[in-house]
């Protein structure tokens, strides 16, 4: 919000002329676009105590809706949010959860029963902000199904390491060793990237993040109208 608002004063909207012609143009014109937020609280789950996280990814959301509510009263017209990914899929979720805790894909199955969870309730959230909001238009962009549906069939993507990391140490299964993360002297790239969904434990290749992208941009797993995996009613692609 720091930003915005200095965003805001640099177009000589502040205070009694905030509502003026040229700032409601502005705002009107504005495109802001809310990454993920909270995936920390779920990415090391298996360092903290349940509760912890769960308090932590309670409040995220709320973080999450104050801030959007803010940007909406302030009259913003255009919002993206992202949801979160799965997030059990990660090396360094897979290097430290035990061996049976696993999906039928081969991902962390209680970490991503937790991400799914908050996939849910901020589903939920953007829904009632919409109804509160009607003037402006929030587009959801669904990471979870997306990054799933990537992990599903990784090589119709160009993908042949889904759960490897390529710039760390370790090699097979993740190639991802906690102490030796991409940077240290043990540490090197792969030598083709581009084949990887996982850099480095944590985050994705730029092929990756090329997939993804073109999955929200082309409206595949974008819309304007929230639905659930399982439970679409209603869905705009493109929005």
């Known amino acids: 919000m720091i930003w915005f608002n200095k965003f805001l004063e640099s177009q000589g909207c502040k205070g009694a002329v905030s509502s003026r012609h040229e700032c409601k143009a502005v705002r009107d014109d504005a495109l802001i676009w809310v990454g993920e937020i909270g995936v920390n609280d779920y990415a090391y789950i298996l360092d903290l105590p349940c509760q ?14 104050g801030f959007l509510q803010t940007l909406l009263k302030k009259g913003v017209k255009n919002i993206v949010v992202q949801g979160l990914p799965p997030t059990g899929c990660l090396p360094l979720a897979m290097t430290l959860a ?9 991902r962390v199955k209680t970490l991503n029963n ?3 969870t908050h996939t849910v309730v901020y589903q939920k959230t953007v829904q009632d902000l919409r109804k ?3 003037d402006a238009v929030i587009t959801y962009l669904d990471y979870w199904n997306a990054y799933s549906m ?13 759960f490897m990391a390529c710039c760390v140490s370790g090699g097979p299964p993740y190639n991802f060793e906690v102490f030796s993360t991409c940077g240290s002297s043990d540490a090197s790239a792969c030598p083709n ?3 990887y969904i996982n850099w480095e434990g944590v985050h994705l290749t730029e092929a990756m993040y090329k997939v993804l992208s073109r999955m929200f941009l082309s409206g595949t ?6 639905f659930l995996e399982g439970q679409e009613t209603a869905r705009v692609n493109g929005s």
């Open 52 to 65: 912890v996280t769960q308090l932590g990814s309670l409040q995220s959301i709320i973080c999450i809706t």
């Open 98 to 106: 035990p061996v049976d805790d696993r999906d039928d894909l081969g």
């Open 114 to 116: 937790q991400s799914y």
């Open 132 to 134: 509160q909001f009607p």
């Open 150 to 162: 990537v992990m599903k069939n990784p090589k119709k993507y160009g993908f042949q390491e889904p």
């Open 193 to 195: 990237p581009s084949q």
């Open 221 to 226: 797993q974008s819309s304007s109208i929230c």
